[in-house]
């Protein structure tokens, strides 16, 4: 739940951006080409130390925002994947209870019979597992970290109402040690793909934006900046493919993710442009659902190729 790879704690510190402009660069500079109205809400969050809540379907980009602000940030990724049944003994802390076993026998067998004392010593910092959001309230050298708490909607509405003390006050309570409450609170990122609907008192606490899917334009200036060697006409046809994927009934619709994993698995084919075959035989990079393959079968590959190709040829 805690990500510790090299990439989230890579670089110096780096300050706050100063406008909106300032974010769209930020963004810019990890390869993130966002629209203007996400950098302006993120801009706002950074600015007013206000967690940012971000809703949209799966796959289009919404956890990639938290590992952008650390890596050009040069702060540390905290991550909290959720999950139904989530608690606090696996979002917060839990005790060591082995080594709090080990210690009282050593107490006992050394004959230390203060029971107050070792109650205290047992209940101590040293013998304390922290879970990511009591990780997020301490402080670190690089400043204060990104908190990801990815897809909320998983858990349940009593999770939910933990968070709202940690959202409020960037504080946790523990009840053998206090209230631990952070010096500098971190950036937090919460996403939710809307399988339920989040509690307006915790949305409340946070700004809010929705992420949709991109325009074809920006969609295909993000394939050429994340799959630099692809071709031309194939990354065109590509997108263009994929948008009206989206427009088609389908039970999960391809995100911005599918979009790059096929033109990678395409570039990594050697096609230099779509065919009714290829098109056919790589739909599980893309659809993730044997329903929504089976919709396409048959001529209905052949159809929408045309479709997109009659579409470029009229935008030239």
């Keep these: 739940m805690n990500d510790h790879s090299p990439s989230a704690s890579v670089g110096a510190l780096h300050a706050l951006p100063e406008s909106i402009d300032a974010t769209l660069d930020l963004l810019r500079r990890a390869d993130y080409l966002a629209d203007r109205s996400l950098a302006t809400v993120l801009f706002l969050a950074l600015r007013m130390g206000r967690p940012l809540f971000l809703e949209g379907e799966a796959g289009v980009g919404k956890t990639e925002i938290a590992k952008v602000l650390s890596r050009t940030l040069g702060r540390r990724l905290i991550r909290l994947q959720c999950y139904e049944g989530l608690d606090v ?12 076993m080990i210690a009282i026998r050593l107490a006992e067998v050394e004959g230390a019979g203060d029971r107050e004392r070792v109650e205290h010593d047992i209940f101590s910092d040293r013998f304390l597992i922290k879970r990511p959001l009591l990780q997020a309230l301490e402080p670190h050298p690089e400043g204060p970290p990104v908190l990801l708490i990815d897809e909320l909607d998983r858990t349940d509405e009593a999770f939910e109402a933990f968070l709202l003390e940690v959202l409020a006050d960037f504080q946790v309570t523990v ?9 500098h609170p971190p950036i937090v990122v919460i ?3 809307r399988t339920r609907e989040i509690h307006d008192a915790l949305k409340r606490r946070c ?3 929705w992420v949709g899917y991109p325009s074809a334009e920006r969609e295909l200036a993000i394939v ?10 194939l990354s065109q046809q590509v997108v263009h493919f994929v948008q009206a994927l989206r427009r088609e009934d389908l039970f999960k619709a391809p995100g911005v993710a599918e979009t790059l994993d ?21 739909l599980g990079v893309l659809l993730k659902y044997q329903d929504d393959i089976a919709r396409l079968e048959g001529t209905k590959v052949k159809a929408m190729l045309d479709e997109v190709r009659a579409e470029l040829r009229a935008a030239q």
């Design 207 to 209: 700004l809010y934006h």
């Design 89 to 100: 003994s696996a979002a917060v802390y839990e005790w060591n209870y082995a080594a709090q």
């Design 224 to 233: 050429r900046a994340k799959v630099p060697g692809i071709a031309t006409a």
């Design 262 to 282: 096929w033109a990678t698995a395409l570039t990594e084919l050697d096609v230099v442009a779509l065919d009714p075959e290829t098109v056919s035989d790589t």
């Design 191 to 193: 996403t939710s793909n």
């Design 175 to 183: 009840p053998e040690l206090g209230t631990i409450r952070a010096e």
